[in-house]
């Protein structure tokens, strides 16, 4: 993103904004990934034992496509992004002061080695 902000280093702030907004992009668009596998793990082991030794039908998923069908067909679109903004308020400052970190050591330690004038 150092072309969008027009220079070659960038301040934290800049560095924070760019760490929050990879992260909620990247959090967004595999967060209806996450909800399933949270939804298939919440079934537990003992329900999915029992259903398969009984031959009942116990289990609300039988796998990954059936949770994303259910799930749609339920709630409609919406129902696979439920829960984003609690995750995006969560993951988008930690990954942000993340990048910041960062590109502060990564910045000291090419300064400590020689191959940068200024760690700033």
């Not at 031959?55 to 984003?84: H, Q």
Request: aromatic letters at 16%.
């Amino acid at each position: 993103l150092n072309p969008i902000w027009g220079k070659k280093n960038l301040s934290p702030l800049e560095a924070f904004i760019n760490g929050c907004l990879a992260a909620a992009f990247a959090q967004t668009f595999s967060y209806p990934f996450d909800l399933i596998r949270k939804k298939l793990q919440a079934q537990g082991v003992d329900k999915a034992a029992k259903a398969s030794e009984l031959g009942i039908g116990e289990l609300r998923y039988t796998g990954m496509v059936d949770a994303f069908v259910k799930v749609y067909k339920a709630e409609g679109l919406a129902g696979w992004f439920r829960g984003t903004t609690a995750n995006l308020a969560k993951v988008a400052p930690y990954a942000g002061l993340m990048f910041v970190a960062f590109e502060a050591s990564s910045r000291f330690f090419l300064w400590q080695n020689g191959y940068r004038d200024s760690p700033f």
